[in-house]
């Protein structure tokens, strides 16, 4: 997938649970602890020091459907795999599009990603 | 002055524990004991303090907001309601009564989770067993693009992994756990085996199972990441344990082949029952979702992805699902039970909702309610709403009221919306 | 009040056979004539028209957690069969597994007001009470499938038959339950180690005892806790050609003790030489005939679709292996079990065509209609909506030989059947479809029209066509009220749960408890169906 500025590595988001967004929903969707919990991007610890990212850096991910920015932490996922917690941050990346389905592409989705 | 209540549920997954202690002092939930991470806000961070409901970020009294609802319900040429699953069985009942009478389209947050294992099921079937089986028999388990460990944090201390049951006398050891996933998670951490599969690659993975169960030779050397020997011991394990389980996720429903990914692993599963015994549980993420299913197919025929504008009931996934009627702006106005479909939903969705009128029923204000035309803060099923639950494997829970409710159910909400749109 | 005049009324249960009498009615009950007669009766005009009791159905798979995971799984069963919503009534779908609403009103306008369930697993009997607070009109009682339960087999196999018959009760209480249901005793706990029974003294895996004990130890623990309706047993190899062998060796297994074999046509074949079973109606008829303390229903074959739904889990999986379609199945902790497969019976397929044949010998060739009752298994053997065609094909001799005449050659071969001339009167379908099947369940107020019942009563043209005339009634009445006019649903009502309550020792909580720490996966204070559970529903203790 090559859009106008590529930035050269596509890289697949899978999204999902964790304990701390489901603590942070908890406390409500416009609490700190559900914002934190939910705008964050796991990636592994290769991929991050060959793109130059460091532990907590600010990272912009971009899919065809939108971009946003959020801090990237190492994490047990495989090269070219990122995740991020499932909320509002991970869904501006995610299209409407079901394939007839009514599921959105929630995991296994292609996404560029640059430090900031 | 304290109490103690027993044999609570905690309604937060589909595991529906039902062994929580609450103690509650002055009606106030004091402290919870048994409860896991995930659950224990569902006791702790919930404020039963009744509020008043909100029309256009107002506080009004209940008779007003309920005659908004019912208005923007009648005025609406097409709408949606959407949700359920975090409510008991009584409130889905009157929210489906309300979609046959306004001829709504209404969907349940199945359509982002199980939708595609529905399918699934209703193409080549689905092989199952209760809990308390996977307790008392499973000698094998097999976790498949699910994470217990972060999202149904006691399943494998009180259903699938830990416990002693009838024919597991000593329980973990009894057993062999595989577990099967992109990356490494925590639950991979607890198994025997992980399996590392490519994105996107399940069903090549299933298929290959599938012919190695029946004695056909695979050529190649590795199929979605997957070395041939790992899957032939794997194939081999299988067919000979005594009672094995499947236990699948959003790994399965949410990548690329979708639904065609659970009727690949839903056929093995059969197939492997001319060998041994083997089920497949899917892991129902909220706490009654399974129960969404039942109602409306109960009233309606079919599970999810429903629409009454003709007067009677058609089953559409993929042209009445809310994720598909909202990026398409075909629905004018949304009822939105128990469910936070801003927050979860693909933002061109969730979007659209804050441009159309919407009602919304919930204990908290969520991303949902935001931007809704009427919000009515109801009460919390399973904490000060009593109701019917329906566990992962659709084993049916009574829920207590914990504390006295201070504040009216979703249930006598809907009831009075419908009576209110009787009168119109 | 209410009075219904000049109508033939045909009551079995009160020796009335077509004479003309008025019905009158009141506060939901039928009364005898006032001695004055004020004239502020409202009046319905039977004139030319037959009356009976309204239809009492003995075994049906209408509700509950097996009937809607068939109804999600089976979308392409409703597609051609939707039901419009109405300014009183409820939108619907369905034609093997029709919707709660549907599954209402279609009973009703056949002119049944009375549903028996025929199976719930005790675990799940909440999710079917659920059900019936949106299934309107019918009074309906839930049959709970013991006969693989956990608990009770340990009794059996320690000796301790009152712990056995204490919990029995407590269960019936606990769900809320009418009868003692008894399906594939033993294979379907065998199920779950990939096996089955096939003999009465095969033992259960893990258990130590047989098929054999399970079922007497029911029969015995239903007489001592005096239940109105005994075991109903589904027995085993239903659908083998051994089965009439095996039900005929339960029926004497029994030794006098009552007892309800349900859809009895399956479980009535032989052997012969070939791949086809030959109908053995006939030698269990006979048996029948000399057991006055059997009732049995048929399970009448209807040609066409239909969905198969048991707890019979082996069964199950294989006619999912000999047709080839998909399968469900689900195991049930420490109870039961069971599958769904669809199916289409077919007159050109030879065994469908048997075992078409097989059920109307069993009506024609058990002499006492009152032990003999009408169901199809629904949805097993047909939809229930077809009972009307059943009751023409043993009405009408000739319309049964035609139809004989355009099944399978081979199915017709060597065939009992077109010998068999007798046909039902009026009378004795009244027997069949109300009056056998409410005294068979025990059911004082049920099934008849003396004074003290409960006035549900079906009016109906009498045409030459019978199947016309019992699809169509011209009013149908529960508990008094007018609910159908001419295919019409007038007014919904919410219809009564029937249950039993037999007392027993408290003793036996502590024993329970200890079980369901060891077994369950649910608390055992979170197991019991309490009446303030289900608000919406009126519970009625029988007898």
């Known amino acids: 997938m090559q859009w106008r500025n590529s930035l050269g590595e596509n890289f697949i988001l899978i999204t999902g649970r964790t304990v701390k967004q489901a603590a942070g929903l908890h406390k409500g969707k416009d609490s700190d602890a559900y914002r934190r919990a939910t705008a964050l991007v796991e990636m592994n610890a290769a991929d991050m020091a060959r793109l130059g990212i460091g532990e907590g850096q600010m990272v912009r991910l971009r899919s065809a459907t939108g971009q946003v920015e959020m801090p990237a932490h190492t994490g047990t996922v495989p090269s070219k795999m990122v995740f991020v917690p499932m909320g509002p941050v991970a869904n501006s990346l995610i299209g409407p599009e079901t394939e007839g389905t009514g599921m959105p592409s929630f995991k296994g989705l292609t996404v560029e990603i640059e430090p900031i | ?424 | ?543």
């Open chain 3, 1 to 543: 009040m209410l009075r219904i005049i000049n109508g033939r009324v045909y009551d079995p249960t009160n020796g009335k056979n077509g004479q003309m009498e008025d019905i009158w009615v009141e506060d939901g009950k039928i009364v005898s004539a006032p001695e004055v007669d004020r004239g502020q009766a409202q009046i319905i005009d039977a004139t030319g028209l037959v009356i009976m009791a309204g239809g009492v159905d003995i075994h049906s798979h209408a509700v509950g957690s097996k009937v809607n995971a068939a109804r999600k799984f089976r979308p392409e069963d409703h597609y051609g069969s939707t039901y419009e919503r109405t300014s009183h009534t409820r939108s619907g779908s369905g034609y093997t597994v029709p919707s709660t609403y549907v599954t209402g009103y279609l009973y009703a306008k056949m002119g049944y007001t009375t549903v028996m369930e025929a199976a719930t697993a005790p675990l799940l009997a909440r999710h079917t009470h659920e059900e019936l607070e949106d299934t309107p009109i019918l009074d309906m009682g839930i049959f709970v499938t013991m006969g693989n339960n956990h608990f009770i087999m340990e009794c059996i196999r320690d000796g301790e038959m009152g712990k056995a018959k204490d919990y029995v009760a407590w269960l019936l209480n606990a769900t809320k339950g009418y009868a003692i249901k008894v399906v594939n005793p033993g294979g379907v706990e065998n199920w779950k180690w990939g096996r089955n029974v096939q003999e009465l003294d095969d033992e259960v895996i893990g258990f130590g005892v047989t098929p054999h004990q399970i079922i007497t130890t029911l029969a015995w623990i239903s007489d001592e806790l005096g239940l109105p309706h005994p075991p109903h047993i589904h027995g085993i190899n239903l659908g083998r050609s051994i089965s009439a062998r095996t039900t005929m060796e339960t029926m004497a297994a029994l030794e006098g003790r009552r007892a309800h074999f349900c859809h009895l046509q399956f479980l009535s074949y032989g052997k012969q030489p070939g791949t086809l079973h030959r109908s053995e109606a006939a030698e269990v008829a006979s048996m029948v005939n000399m057991q006055p303390n059997l009732t049995v229903d048929v399970g009448q074959i209807v040609f066409g679709p239909a969905t198969t739904m048991t707890s019979d889990a082996p069964l199950q999986y294989g006619i999912h292996q000999q047709t080839g379609n998909k399968w469900m199945n689900d195991d049930i902790e420490n109870e039961t079990g069971g599958g769904i497969v669809p199916i289409r019976y077919s007159r050109n397929n030879a065994i469908n065509a048997v075992m078409w044949r097989t059920g109307l010998e069993l009506f024609l060739l058990i002499n006492d209609p009152w032990q003999v009752l009408l169901t199809t298994d629904h949805p097993n053997a047909g939809p229930f909506v077809h009972y009307p065609q059943v009751i023409k094909l043993l009405m009408d001799r000739d319309y049964r030989a035609a139809m004989f005449e355009r099944i399978n050659p081979r199915g017709r071969k060597d065939a009992l059947l077109p010998e068999l001339e007798r046909e039902y009167s009026l009378y004795e379908i009244a027997i069949i479809t109300r009056a056998g099947t409410a005294r068979a369940l025990g059911l004082k107020n049920k099934g008849h029209l003396g004074v003290g019942a409960d006035a549900d009563i079906t009016i109906y043209a009498d045409l030459d066509d019978k199947e016309e005339m019992f699809t169509h009634p011209r009013y149908v009445l529960k508990g008094g009220e007018v609910v159908v006019v001419d295919g019409q649903i007038m007014r919904e009502l919410q219809g009564k749960t029937l249950c039993v309550a037999p007392s027993y020792d408290p003793g036996i909580e502590a024993h329970i408890r200890q079980h369901f720490r060891e077994n369950y996966t649910i608390s055992f204070d979170n197991y019991s169906i309490i009446r303030e559970h289900f608000p919406h529903r009126e519970m009625i203790r029988c007898p």
């Open chain 2, 1 to 424: 002055m304290k109490t103690v209540v027993e044999n609570v549920t905690c309604t937060f997954c589909g595991c529906l524990c039902d062994d929580i202690i609450v103690e509650v002092e002055d009606n106030r939930i004091a402290r919870v004991q048994r409860v896991c991470a995930n659950g224990r806000g569902v006791f702790t961070d919930y404020d039963p303090t009744p509020r008043r409901p909100i029309v256009a970020g107002r506080e009004v009294e209940w008779e007003e907001a309920v005659s908004e609802a019912a208005r923007i319900l009648v005025q609406a040429d097409s709408p949606l309601i959407y949700g359920l699953s975090s409510s008991a069985s009584e409130a889905q009942m009157k929210v489906v009564e309300l979609a046959d009478l306004i001829g709504a389209i209404i969907d349940t947050t199945s359509s982002v989770c199980h939708g595609p294992t529905s399918l699934a099921m209703q193409a080549v079937g689905e092989v199952s067993c209760s809990l308390g089986e996977v307790r008392n028999r499973a000698d094998f388990l097999i976790f498949w693009g699910c994470n217990p460990a972060a999202s149904h944090l006691r399943h494998f201390e009180r259903y699938s992994l830990k416990p002693k049951g009838r024919y597991i006398p000593n329980g973990r050891k009894d057993r062999h756990m595989v577990v099967v996933d992109v990356r490494p998670t925590a639950s991979a951490k607890m198994a025997d085996h992980f399996i590392q599969v490519t994105p996107g690659a399940d069903f090549e993975v299933l298929t290959t199972l599938r012919a190695l169960v029946q004695g056909k030779e695979i050529e190649a050397g590795a199929v979605g990441g997957v070395p041939r020997i790992e899957l032939l011991e794997l194939a081999n394990r299988m067919k000979g344990c005594r009672y094995g389980v499947f236990f699948m996720g959003m790994g399965l429903t949410m990548s690329g082949a979708r639904d065609y990914n659970v009727s690949e692993l839903f056929t093995l599963v059969a197939e492997l029952n001319q060998y041994t015994r083997f089920s497949v549980m899917p892991m129902r993420g909220h706490g009654n979702v399974a129960g969404a299913d039942q109602v409306l197919t109960w009233q309606s025929g079919y599970p999810f992805a429903v629409s009454f504008a003709r007067g009677y009931p058609q089953y559409s996934p993929g042209e009445f699902s809310a994720v598909d009627v909202l990026a398409r702006e075909e629905v004018d106005a949304a009822l939105i039970l128990a469910s936070d479909p801003v927050a979860h939903f693909p933002r061109v969705a969730g979007n659209q909702l804050k441009r159309i009128p919407a009602i919304v029923l919930d204990p908290m204000m969520n991303l949902t309610s935001e931007s809704a035309q009427v919000f009515f803060p109801t009460g919390s099923y399973g904490v000060d709403a009593a109701g019917t639950c329906y566990r992962m494997d659709n084993v049916p829970i009574r829920l207590r009221e914990v504390i006295a409710p201070m504040r009216p159910t979703d249930e006598a909400i809907l009831g009075q919306i419908i009576e209110e749109i009787k009168r119109c």
